[in-house]
């Protein structure tokens, strides 16, 4: 039996998202709500790739007498990076900037998608 586009797209978005630096690694039923949001609204899965990057880089990259960040707990925390890179886009070539800044990446986040789900 095929799996639909909706159920790959969910799946890939909750891996991505489980296995983000910074994250529980804990999906929650919220999460898979919000993934299923994002299928309906269409955003590709390269703007959810690219929003849970930025927002590893940018808790990676702050000032090192910042407090320590607390761990991320819903695929929530990065609603905002999405809809900000929705209005407007990184530059060409700053997402492999950031994968070698941030090296070693889990695979899953490392490598763009092949295909685009939806």
Do not use: W
Not at 30 to 43: K, P
């Amino acid at each position: 039996m095929k799996r639909s586009h909706q159920h790959r797209y969910v799946q890939r978005v909750l891996e991505l998202y489980r296995d983000t630096p910074g994250t529980s690694g804990r999906v929650r039923p919220a999460d898979r709500r919000l993934a299923n949001t994002l299928y309906q609204r269409q955003i590709p899965l390269s703007i959810i790739r690219a929003a849970l990057l930025l927002t590893v880089a940018r808790r990676t990259f702050r000032t090192l007498d910042a407090e320590p960040l607390p761990t991320i707990q819903s695929l929530h925390y990065f609603q905002n990076v999405i809809q900000e890179l929705l209005d407007k886009p990184l530059p060409e070539g700053y997402l492999d900037y950031l994968c070698c800044r941030l090296a070693p990446l889990p695979k899953s986040l490392a490598a763009p998608d092949e295909h685009q789900i939806p």
